[in-house]
């Protein structure tokens, strides 16, 4: 075994096999791989093989599109059969929202390159005839997926490894991992050490041992997972030899199951509700090839869907039942990226599809190890996008749901309940008296709308569709009423979202934004620092206060960040909420060694409320002695006030287009600020209101947002962020491979536009963009603008096609719609409201 290495990689199951061999690619070819028994001896081995490229997450769709093309070019490369078997996906409809759902995501997988296809019951039953197509509405059909040998993958990647200079250990354990002074890593096992530049984390069921052994509490526990295998079928068996085709992977997804053809038999495998969360310390020192006690009680509803959608499947026997552990995350989607808080120490764990993932993590990993950045947008599988809050007792909720609500109805404004509240602002319960409909983001309750007092759902309309995954609403909140009603539509919120945006473009509303990340920068070399760091310039005047982007390497976007000059040689940011971690580890990973500089993260010590609207000014000079006329706070600046008894940092910026400051306060003030705001707000007929009203009123200022209109695929001058990127100003991060791309030519123009002859459904993003038969771009947010009266996209299309007035379309649920290239912030182009 080497005792030096420039990356070890820890696992050997499919995931960390990939890794290597992919490492290896990149023409690293001292890297190690270490297992502690044998190659796919943990979950690989006992995985389903199956490989869906259906996924509603831009991340994870990448990936899984690239396993699939090149789990076939392997086979040729190593010359070892897979058993790849390319037999076609086929997912079955049995409701109207599920026709939605499977609409939405042909747009995203038309922006991906995916092909997918609608088919017919009819047609369905003329490939495989023993399938009752009884109460089937319509399939979609993924041509290029199927099935794989799981084992025989990971052999092929480990053969490609070692052609390629790799080394792999089996029968290695770790048993410690330290970082060195110089900043390289010593992994202890018990045949030797091994010194790195990188280690990379693919530890499967054993991850949050790996993570204790360097302090990480990584947010990943299995869950259990059964799939049945039969006896050969007769008929099954006479059809193939009589030329029928292979049974595609079918999957019911209203009966939450898949189900493939075994060696004449079949294989079913359910998500069904109750299946428990195991390994929650890791599995036993001695655990191999590893099986649970089967659990055929907790399946009985989806058996029964299966006997009845393939008969043959309650004909034969049971030959086994497997059920062994899948790892799992809250959301259901890997973590693959640096961890947080530690130089060069990679995590490639929590995947619950690992089989269909592993190829296109292991080459995104590699990518960014080797070059420093991904060449796709990870926003999706990033492991920062959680934070210490997601620790054993919320993770073993969020994990369990998550298996459970695989096949369910992805909404997107679904907002599912487990784990919920966690982290909630001291106002969280006067914005609940008020009728608010709470949303979470990275752990915080945050609401999304309100509603009118006594409103409900009517009953009739709840879960609705004769299923077992029909659940279709938010569940009934303190008062006992249902409030919300999940759609692909514009649900039954859309009037009141529209009622909120009336009141504040009208007269005055308030925000709870107390989620936003937050934190200080001081100390001498904070301004240089930071000037580095940053594509825009820096305040330089103690008040002021700018937006700031830091790009990536590649010159994408990053992060973006509200810098507030609050002192000499002290700076305040402010980024999203859902990005903290990420957002801050890249600030922490960049602070120079010699201690000029100095972070500190105030997001739980500072609540944040944003009053806006024409008469904000009113409500908060009644409250503060500080002059809000124009003269003396213009936009842009920001003062200590007092606001009544309490005190705030007064920011005057927002996020839709009105007049109005956000008010950063010590947050054990945050309910004195509240109650004052809506004493001297009630004249001016003050209401609350929440992100669904913000968001349309950011759509129509054209405002971007992160991972959707700036993200590391596009340059930031695509992204339309010219008067925010001074490429005059002196080096910063991404600065040369900005210019570079800029003389190559950019591939897309930030647009927005209008949607011509919507009835009940806006676009959401990921919506695919046509010229004719051309596709020419993909629509990143989408709504409806309450203030214009219009239905908005933001998209990226072909530059020659950024011009105003130039007609497209776009496609919304299966329909196209033609949509108009409009200028930019349709709404108040030129900020008069804000700087009034």
């Known amino acids: 075994m080497r005792t030096e290495a420039r990356a070890v990689v820890i696992g050997g199951g499919v995931v960390g096999v990939s890794t290597l061999y992919h490492l290896a690619r990149k023409g690293w070819s001292d890297v190690v791989l270490l297992e502690r028994r044998e190659l796919t001896s943990g979950s690989t081995w006992h995985a389903a093989g199956l490989l869906p490229l259906f996924n509603m997450s831009y991340s994870v769709g990448q990936i899984h599109k690239y396993s699939v093309r090149f789990y076939q070019e392997l086979a040729e490369e190593t010359g070892m059969d897979t058993g790849f078997r390319k037999v076609s996906n086929v997912r079955l409809a049995r409701t109207k929202d599920r026709w939605d759902e499977y609409m939405y995501y042909a747009g995203v997988a038309r922006t991906l390159g995916i092909e997918v296809q609608t088919l017919s019951a009819n047609e369905i039953r003329d490939m495989w005839p023993y399938v009752n197509v009884d109460g089937i509405l319509g399939a979609i059909q993924h041509p290029q997926d199927g099935y794989i040998q799981p084992a025989d993958l990971t052999q092929a990647l480990a053969r490609g490894a070692r052609d390629r200079g790799a080394e792999i250990n089996r029968n290695t354990t ?16 018990d045949k030797g050490d091994i010194t790195a530049e990188h280690v990379i984390s693919a530890s499967g069921n054993f991850v949050r041992k790996t993570g204790e052994m360097v302090g990480l509490d990584i947010p990943v526990i299995p869950v259990e997972h059964q799939y049945i295998v039969t006896e050969p079928h007769p008929a099954i068996q006479e059809f193939r030899k009589a030329g029928g085709r292979e049974l595609c992977v079918l999957r019911e997804s209203d009966s939450s199951w898949y189900m493939r053809e075994e060696a004449g038999g079949l294989l079913l495998g359910p998500y069904e509700k109750g299946a428990p969360c195991c390994y929650v310390d890791g599995p036993d020192e001695k655990s ?146 008020l009728g608010a409909v709470f949303g979470s983001v990275y752990g915080w309750e945050r609401p999304n709308w309100f509603a009118p007092e006594g409103y409900e759902v009517p009953a009739d309309e709840l879960d609705v569709d004769d299923t077992l995954t029909n659940h279709n609403h938010a569940p009934a909140d303190h008062t006992g009423r249902v409030r919300e009603r999940w759609s692909f539509r514009r649900s039954n919120y859309f009037e009141h979202v529209g009622g909120e945006v009336k009141a504040v473009h009208e007269g005055v509303g308030l925000l709870d934004m107390s989620a936003f990340a937050k934190c200080h920068v001081t100390g001498p070399g904070a301004a240089a620092w930071l000037d580095g760091l940053f594509a825009n310039r820096i305040p330089k005047t103690v008040g002021r206060l700018t937006l700031c982007h830091m790009l990536s390497l590649n010159g994408g976007v990053r992060s973006e960040f509200t810098v507030y000059k609050s002192g000499p040689q002290s700076y305040y940011l402010v980024s999203a909420g859902a990005f903290e971690r990420h957002d801050h580890d890249y600030l922490q990973k960049a602070l120079p060694g010699d201690g000029s500089v100095r972070m500190v993260p105030a997001t739980t010590q500072l609540g944040v409320l944003v009053l806006a609207g024409p008469r904000a000014r009113d409500v908060l000079q009644a409250l503060t002695d500080t002059d809000l006329s124009n003269d003396s706070f213009k936009w842009l600046s920001g003062k200590r006030i007092n606001v009544g008894t309490a005190t705030a940092d007064a920011m005057r910026v927002n996020f839709v287009g009105e007049l109005g400051w956000e008010l950063h306060h010590p947050i054990e003030m945050q309910n004195a600020i509240f109650d004052h705001l809506m004493e001297a707000g009630a004249e001016f007929g003050i209401r609350p209101f929440g992100i669904r009203a913000m968001d349309s009123m950011r759509l129509e200022k054209s405002y971007r947002l992160i991972p959707r209109e700036l993200s590391i695929e596009y340059a930031a001058l695509e992204s339309g962020l010219d008067r925010f990127v001074h490429l005059n100003k002196g080096d910063f991060i991404g600065r040369d491979a900005l210019v570079a791309w800029q003389q190559k030519g950019f591939a897309n123009r930030f647009v927005t536009m209008e949607v011509h002859g919507i009835r009940d459904a806006d676009a959401r993003g990921n919506e695919a963009i046509w010229l004719g038969d051309d596709l020419v771009g993909r629509a990143t947010s989408g709504g409806y603008g309450w203030r214009l009266g ?38 108040d182009p030129e900020n008069v409201r804000l700087r009034a």
């Not at 776009?810 to 930019?824: F, H, M, P, S």
Request: one cysteine or more; proline letters at 6%; glycine letters at 10%.
């Open 174 to 189: 770790v048993l410690a991992i330290e970082q060195k002074g110089d900043g390289k890593w010593l992994v202890r096992t």
């Open 790 to 827: 219009k239905s908005l996209a933001l998209a990226m299309v072909r530059p020659d096609l950024g011009d105003l007035g130039t007609e497209l379309a776009i496609q919304i649920l299966g329909d196209r719609y033609k949509a108009t290239v409009i200028e930019e912030s349709p709404f």
């Open 288 to 433: 191999e090839y590893e099986l649970f006690q089967e659990d055929l009680e907790r399946l009985e509803p989806h058996i029964e869907t299966a006997i009845e959608r393939v008969p043959y499947f309650g004909e034969v026997g049971i030959k086994q039942v497997f059920n062994g552990a899948i790892a799992y995350t809250p959301d259901g989607s890997p973590i693959v990226g640096p961890a947080w808080d530690l130089k060069n120490f990679w995590l490639n764990e929590g995947h619950s599809f690992g089989v269909t993932a592993a190829g296109g993590a292991g080459w995104q990993l590699a990518e960014w190890i080797v070059e420093g950045e991904p060449t796709i947008d990870m926003m999706g599988v990033d492991p920062r996008r959680f934070g210490p809050y997601a620790s054993r007792g919320y993770l073993k909720e969020k994990n369990e749901e998550a298996y459970a609500n695989v096949f369910t109805l992805h909404y997107p404004d679904e907002e599912r309940a487990a784990g919920r509240p966690l982290k909630k602002a001291p106002c969280y319960d006067r914005m609940a008296a």
